[in-house]
RNA sequence: GUGGGUGUAGCUCAGCUGGUUAGAGCACCAGAUUGUGGCUCUGGGGGCCGUGGGUUCAAAUCCCAUCAUCCACCCCA
């Protein structure tokens, strides 16, 4: 259908657009006073970087990929998220060989073949930050502390944080070794899924939403449990740092992400009230990841947010800003003879700086006017016959109902001035 | 991939058990003694009733399929 769009994407129509452009200004902004650069990495990238990065057991990987071959016969796929391609671009630009640690920052669409629904499309946006090269406890403060620093910039309230430690390899084998002696017992009670992660992962099961599942994991031995000393520690240090800065979390021992990559630090954000798909971002640490890639051995923290979500929870809490851009005046015309020099009038106010627009459908003085009040402008300039003579024009300030006449030769001064006023 | 709800004007919807030219509110456009917005009044434009098939003398209305959308499962942002 040439009308209609394709299935789980968005159009971001003008109206909306303010509030994205706005929440977008804000992260970068926050990214900045934080120490973090923005980094651009292409839509799509070879599919064996996800499937190496991301994880070839994963959901994402396994059935969400969009993936095709191009002209050249290259399996590519568009991006499902963010991370790894910025640890190939870190890696392929050598940033490692540059100060550090390597603090970056991205913004942009990420596309997964999921079925839609509240919260959830095939082409979705996220916000992310990524660090490079320090396996400082602080570093996963900071970056946890940056998220909720923005949600809150952005007058979001009552969110959950949910913080978790998924170990390193050193503890994985006493991990699994001691949640397959868990479920052994329970093994036959668990749905199928299950029954399958018990051999691939039983980390996974702890994550099943099935109820059954979910009773005979209640007293399993957690992540947390397992932690080799090393870990342990870290995940204290973490928490001190939380604490120290006043930021409130919940231990989540159930909270295993998704992906692949992650060690240590867990986390996500969760939003009560925008349905089911409640989580509005996520991250954690993942020392493994820039190896798999085929680098060096270098830790790296990070989280990524989701833009949809984000504004889904800013309207549910009423938050959300929607301020149209509005011009500062528009000109109108009475009569045909005034039109030559309301038109070059009309650009000699925007070459001013001054936002201007003019009536371009022959509408009659009333329709101007009319108009103009519905664009919410705040000068309406108005030229006739009379005017011309006489070499003014009206200005009428439309919120306060009153004009007066400006000599033409004064009134990109007069304008200026008058808007100044207003934005100061 | 699985399940349920919904598709009528730009938007929100009415039109129930099939029966004349398919309606309302809002929005849009134009007028209300000819140079002035917001309020009010009057008028106007605009609808392959999602699409395709079937039942019937007759379908927006009943049946089937299909597509889209919404919500949920799964998973995640």
Known sequence: ????????????IPCEVEKWRWIESQFCQICEQYGYKEIRTPIFEHTELFQRGVGDTTDIVEKEMYTFMDRGNRSV?????????????YLENKLYAGLQPVKLFYSGPMFRYDRPQAGRFRQFHQVGAEVFGSNDPAVDAEVITMAMDFYARLGLNNLLLHINSVGCPECRPAQRVALKKYFQPHLGGLCRDCQDRFEKNPLRILDCKVERCAAAGENAPATIDCLCPDCAEHFEQ?????????????????????????????????????????????????????????GPPTPGVGYALGIERIILAMERQDVAKNEASRPDVFVVTAGPEAGDTAFKLLFSLRSAGIAADKDYLGRSLKAQMKYAGKTGVRYVVMIGAEELALGVALVRDMSAGDQEAVSLDDIIAYLTQKKSMVTE
Do not use: W
């Open 77 to 89: 796929t568009l991006r499902p998220e963010n991370t790894a391609p910025v640890v190939r671009a």
């Open 238 to 294: 973490v928490k001190k740092y939380l604490d120290l800065l006043g930021i409130s979390y919940t231990i989540d021992r159930r909270l295993v992400r998704g992906l692949d990559y992650y060690t240590h630090t867990a986390f996500e954000i969760m939003a009560p009230d925008i349905g089911a798909q409640s989580s509005i971002g996520g991250g954690g640490r993942y020392n493994g990841l820039i190896e798999i890639c085929g």
């Open 1 to 12: 259908m040439l009308t209609s769009r394709p299935r789980g994407t968005n159009d971001i």
